[in-house]
């Protein structure tokens, strides 16, 4: 990439923890019970406790629109990414907002900068743009889009997104989006430009990370798979970045601040403070320095409950 880069928003010495927003995305993977009778009053609640306990980020995934075929696994209720990241940019003050992630791939990118240099002038700085390949097929048929070439579509996305941020008038690179004397405001009060974190776990997508993004998500919460990706990360990130650092993202499991976990999820990591977070630091032994974390629940004021005694007594305790 020839555009400048953003400066480093986590400090190298720092653990940060995020969370992905129940509610607005309702996989059968991991939608809790209550969420699928709750409504924005419940998204503004859990937005409000992440900004309150200290939360670093909270994500808002991205469908457009789910075929039959998947309705059963997925749901069809995906909120609009970007329409939720402006709206909780109001009412929320501190916590970043973090599309995790857009599928960048089904938008222009003329188009997505408008988006997100509006959430990012709406927020006061605040956006992370988290962008990611896709997976399902008709979603890119009903975009015109090849889905044989989501992987170089999206190289050319994040280029284009970049060029876009840092220069009203930007001359996009690559192929498929070709434009240029086109001006796009509001500019994002992040300069150069808002940071760019690149999610999954393939080798296409450790190698564009390491090339073209400022973060990795990967998608797998397994330790064993992080531990040989992250050494490759960072060698691939030497090789093609050399002297940029590069935010390492972790999906921590389930977990429960306590010993009441009746109803929850068997595999639910549960103990004191102290517990869990002795396994957190397990993640930032590999590397890694923001992790996203998941308190399966039984109702919103347990989750808000549980976000607070996290941030109160566990995040806290996980240092370098």
Do not use: N
């Amino acid at each position: 990439m020839t555009q400048a880069s953003p400066l480093p928003i986590i400090d190298k010495d720092e653990v940060v923890f995020g969370i992905q927003l129940p509610v607005q995305s309702q996989s059968t993977i991991y939608v809790d019970e209550w969420e699928t009778q709750a409504g924005p009053d419940e998204l503004a609640a859990v937005a409000r406790q992440a900004d309150e306990s200290g939360f670093f980020y909270v994500a808002v995934c991205d469908h457009t629109a789910i075929p039959r075929r998947l309705a059963d696994a997925m749901s069809t209720t995906w909120y609009d990414t970007v329409a939720t990241l402006g709206w909780l940019a109001g009412i929320t003050s501190r916590v970043r907002l973090l599309s995790h992630v857009y599928i960048a791939p089904l938008r222009h990118p003329l188009r997505a900068a408008k988006e997100f240099a509006t959430v990012d002038a709406l927020s006061g700085g605040r956006l992370i743009i988290g962008v990611g390949a896709g997976h399902v097929t008709e979603e890119f048929e009903l975009a015109g889009a090849d889905f044989t070439r989501r992987g170089a579509l999206l190289d050319e996305a994040i280029d284009g997104i970049a060029a876009a941020l840092v220069d009203e008038f930007p001359t996009l690179p690559g192929p498929t989006w070709p434009a240029s004397d086109l001006g796009v405001r509001p500019r994002p009060v992040q300069q150069p430009r808002p940071p760019i974190w690149v999610g999954g776990s393939s080798p296409a997508a450790l190698r564009r990370a390491a090339e073209r993004g400022e973060g990795w998500l990967p998608q797998t919460p397994r330790r064993s798979d992080l531990a040989e990706m992250v050494p490759r990360l960072l060698e691939l990130r030497d090789e093609l970045r050399p002297g940029e650092p590069i935010a390492v993202g972790a999906l921590a499991g389930p977990m429960h601040v306590g010993a009441d976990t009746a109803g929850l999820p068997k595999w639910t990591k549960t103990g004191s403070p102290d517990e869990l977070a002795e396994d957190l630091r397990q993640w930032v032994e590999l590397g890694v320095c923001h992790i996203q974390v998941r308190f399966p629940s039984r109702s919103v004021s347990e989750l808000c409950d549980q976000m607070a005694a996290f941030g109160d007594s566990v995040a806290p305790l996980v240092t370098r």
